[in-house]
């Protein structure tokens, strides 16, 4: 109750309170120009409550003082309202407020955008939304407006308010990425138009995100497969590795045994890359047996009874080659163990 002059235009409504309250309860009568308020002043263009009195349809007629006379047993107060019918001017639209304002909405969300036009007639409220570029295909139907492209979309109803304007809403539900963008209120009437923008950003969906992790790493094959191949490569590899480790501890030993050629006398011993050379390839040995050949033992004990007895030892004989023979047996038990022994024989 605090605006008591109000200045409304032509066609459009009013709605006057007076709310009070006492003990008893006190009654409520309405006067215009301080005359008892006529049934058709306030029949079908009108309406009374208890503590508000509605005005529609405005006319120049309407224009006056409105009082509310508030009375009961203890007493009686009143107040007076100044009513102005403002006949219409030809004039555009216009946008009041500061609707629509810029927004955010989460993903899959539910927003909203408000446009309210002031209008001496009953105006069209339209909302357009830009169109991106190379998105054109994406409608059946754009409009161009300036260096933009528009769609038009779907409008709802559009309310009129007391105070001679209109409002309307554009409802956004399940917000998607594709919702993003600038959108314009316009609104219209015979003598022009006028529109406001502002735009909505939707945030994105992280659920996209989540669900894709698990492909990133499989992109055709099971799992199975991709765990398979590495562990049957890296197996292939370990065991090759191993085999040449064995391989090579094997010629070592060889070459190091108390029993091998480093035992013979210096004019008896081959030369070092001759001794190489046996371990790696094994010669076949000659299909008939050298009548002069001696096995070393025999060789190493004839010698060593010829020093015990004073004598002079034997000239020493130089063999051209020695043939060397490495076998290996693998014993396996019954409680998973495995032994190893290698048996090396040399024939000169």
């Known amino acids: 109750m605090r605006k008591r002059v109000i200045a409304r235009p032509v066609g459009s409504s009013v709605r006057l309170k ?16 301080s005359r008892p308020l006529a049934e058709e002043d306030g029949g079908k263009d009108g309406k009374k409550k208890r503590w508000t009195l509605s005005l529609k349809n405005l006319t120049p007629e309407h224009s006056g003082k409105y009082t509310c006379h508030v009375s009961n047993r203890a007493g009686a107060i009143n107040a007076t309202y100044k009513v102005e019918v403002i006949q219409r001017t030809n004039s555009k639209p216009v946008l009041t407020g500061t609707h629509p304002v810029n927004t955010t909405v989460d993903y899959g ?5 408000q446009c309210k036009v002031h ?24 409009i161009e407006v300036g260096d933009h492209r528009f769609v038009v979309l779907p409008t709802g109803e559009v309310w009129s308010r007391p105070d001679g304007s209109y409002l309307n809403k554009l409802l956004i539900t399940r917000a998607k990425e594709e919702d993003a963008g600038m959108y314009i209120c316009l609104g219209a009437n015979t003598m022009g138009y006028s529109f406001r923008s502002a735009y909505l950003t939707v945030l994105p969906d992280l659920k996209p995100q989540i669900s894709s992790l698990p492909t990133a790493t499989s992109p055709g094959l099971p799992w199975p497969v991709i765990i398979g191949i590495p562990a049957g490569v890296a197996f292939i590899l370990g065991t090759a590795l191993l085999w040449f480790c064995q391989s090579k501890r094997t010629c070592s030993s060889s070459s190091s045994s108390p029993s091998s050629s480093s035992a013979l006398p210096a004019a008896q011993r081959l030369p070092a890359a001759n001794r190489d050379r046996a371990c790696p390839t094994l010669p076949p040995q000659p299909a008939n047996g050298d009548k002069d ?14 020093q015990a007895q004073g004598g002079a030892p034997a000239a020493p004989k130089v063999y051209p080659k020695i043939y060397t023979d490495i076998h290996t047996h693998t014993h396996s038990h019954v409680d998973g163990k495995v032994h190893q022994h290698q048996h090396i024989h040399y024939q000169c």
């Open 18 to 33: 007076c709310t009070a309250s006492g003990n008893p309860r006190p009654d409520i009568v309405w006067l215009k120009d």
């Open 109 to 113: 969300g539910t927003t909203s955008f």
């Open 119 to 142: 209008s001496d007639v009953k105006p069209v409220i339209q909302w357009l939304k830009r169109v991106e570029p190379g998105d054109e295909n994406k409608f059946n139907t754009t």
């Open 293 to 306: 050949s001696v096995s070393y033992e025999d060789y190493v004990a004839h010698q060593q009874l010829l």
